[in-house]
């Protein structure tokens, strides 16, 4: 899945391991307050917006937009920044290492490849694309 290669750097330009810190459907509206903030887009109002475009904007959003902000919680694994973090900060990211932690679990590699492809030709179709050019 493209999107799980964005949002990989902390906020330091740091390389984070491999892993993705948010989810398309869960967090979908994280990402619409996040476009909305940052680059001024609705994405109900942009019906010809490409996949292609969609991806390079999401990969584009920064620390202080709403999914940046939760990426940052999630994504943390310094020890001197997690004591300072509020109950409500931990609780963010328990929740979402826990939820990941058991995704991983219970699906095999080929699940989660099918499960990419079908998400990869679902948001290809809604904005614009579907082409296999479209996915490279």
């Known amino acids: ?12 330009g740091h390389a984070k391991k491999s892993e993705t810190w948010y989810d398309l459907y869960e967090d979908w509206d994280l990402i619409e307050a996040s476009f909305s903030a940052q680059y001024g887009i609705r994405l ?7 996949w292609d475009e969609f991806s390079s904007f ?3 959003l ?16 310094d020890r001197e ?8 900060q931990k609780r963010i990211r328990a929740e979402w290492r826990a939820k990941q932690a058991k995704k991983q679990a ?11 492809e079908q998400l990869e030709k679902m948001m290809a179709v809604m904005f614009g694309g579907g082409g296999e050019h479209d996915r490279k």
């Open 58 to 60: 999401l990969a584009g």
């Open 81 to 88: 920044k997690l004591k300072y973090f509020t109950p409500e």
């Open 62 to 77: 920064l620390p202080d937009t709403p999914l940046g902000y939760i990426v940052q919680i999630r994504s943390e694994n």
């Open 1 to 12: 899945m493209r999107t799980s290669r964005l949002l990989r750097r902390d906020f330091n």
């Open 44 to 50: 109900r109002n942009e019906p010809d917006m490409t």
């Open 106 to 116: 219970s699906m095999s590699h080929e699940e989660a490849r099918k499960a990419i």
